[in-house]
């Protein structure tokens, strides 16, 4: 769905929120908007779904002015996600799930294949979790079924206020992932408001910076990394553009497929690991089961102090591993803290997928700095 913001004012007295803002939001793409607090980024979002009504200007979806639409039918198509989650407390997750599309007056038959659809979307099992409650699940299983909920009658549109803010460091990362696994497949317009410069590099195709009402730069993400539009971006985008840069590359496609990985269905002593790794002059190796899920890897070393006869599975270590949707910097930083020259890559399923070599991506990171 094509939307447009024209002349989009909106003023409480003499303080002016939202200054004369014009934008066009691509389809089908996800639109970070960025600022300081009281920026005007969160009222344009509520003035959208005529949480916040306009002072003046239009908002025009497809070409129909908002004048023209009702109020409470535009917000049940429209999918809304914020910060503080609002589940329903008192409500299963199903119950949760199927706010909207109950409203809508959807057959039940059809409600509880979409809930099901939707909870396999956002990786959490069906069968686990549908007639549980808020309370029993973590913060980070809490935020997926908010964007679960935002999604459940299917809107082409879907606002997003801060979903992942409240979240700790280590699961935020993953729902990122997570989040942009999931739009590939959905391909909704998306407006997503951060303060984060991070997550906005992360997540965005375009970002529009605000900054005291007025937007500042409104560009694809490289564009506005290499030619911020004038020192508030500069600021606000920090001063180290090879990292940066790394920010925008994702390990999906830079990892690499040439490793060696041993299958515990058909491996299933050290004698036999030892013979795997000798045959194939290897050091160590990743450990996957009959599904092809990293259980972690096996060392050369250790295993030559174990009888032949040792289970394997005793023997695994664990590892980090990487989602195919985190950046590069993200790949650094885990690697470092883990002290891993190669890491593996898994899928939501930790299906073992590929790896990300350490040097390879210093190579990326110093072609930045001599771009520069």
């Known amino acids: 769905m094509k939307i447009q913001l024209k002349n989009l004012t909106k003023d409480y007295g003499s303080i002016v929120a939202v200054d004369d803002l014009n934008i066009e939001f691509d389809e089908k793409k996800i639109t970070i908007l960025i600022g300081p607090s009281g920026c005007g980024k969160t009222t344009t979002l509520k003035m959208i779904n005529r949480l916040i009504e306009r002072t003046s200007g239009d908002i025009v979806f497809d070409g129909k002015s908002i004048n023209d639409m009702d109020r409470i039918n535009l917000r049940r198509h429209i999918g809304y996600a914020i910060q503080e989650i609002g589940l329903f407390m008192h409500m299963s997750i199903f119950d949760n799930i199927a706010v909207v599309p109950r409203l809508l007056k959807w057959p039940e038959n059809k409600v509880k294949n979409r809930v099901a659809e939707l909870m396999d979307l956002v990786n959490l099992d069906p069968d686990e979790y549908m007639y549980k409650y808020p309370a029993q699940l973590s913060g980070g299983q809490k935020q997926r079924i908010g964007v679960a909920r935002s999604l459940a009658a299917n809107p082409e549109v879907v606002l997003m206020d801060e979903p992942f803010g409240a979240i700790d460091p280590i699961n935020r990362e993953k729902l990122q992932d997570a989040f ?17 410069i991070r997550e906005a590099i992360k997540l965005g195709d375009k970002i529009a910076i605000f900054n005291r009402g007025k937007l500042v730069q409104y560009d694809e993400v490289l564009n506005v990394i290499n030619k911020p539009a004038n020192g ?34 058909e491996i299933k002593t050290t004698g036999e690991a030892l013979k795997f790794l000798d045959d194939n002059g290897r050091r160590y190796c990743y450990v996957v089961d009959g599904k092809n899920r990293l259980k972690g890897y096996v060392g050369k070393r250790e295993l030559e102090k174990r009888k032949p006869e040792t289970e394997l599975k005793e023997e695994i270590k664990n590892i980090e591993s990487l989602q195919p949707y985190s950046n590069l910097m993200e790949a650094i ?28 991506i210093f190579k990326i990171a110093a072609s930045f700095q001599s771009e520069d």
Request: hydrophobic share 40%.
């Open 333 to 360: 930083s885990t690697m470092v803290v883990a002290g891993l020259n190669t890491c593996p890559v898994v899928n939501a399923k930790d299906q073992l997928l590929g790896v990300v070599r350490f040097k390879e």
């Open 180 to 196: 942009l696994e999931i739009q590939e497949q959905i391909q909704k317009t998306i407006i997503f408001v951060t303060h984060d």
């Open 232 to 265: 508030f971006v500069e600021n606000l985008l920090g001063s180290d553009r090879a990292l940066k840069g790394l920010e925008t590359m994702r390990v999906k496609e830079n990892f690499d497929t040439d490793f060696y990985s041993m299958n515990t269905i």
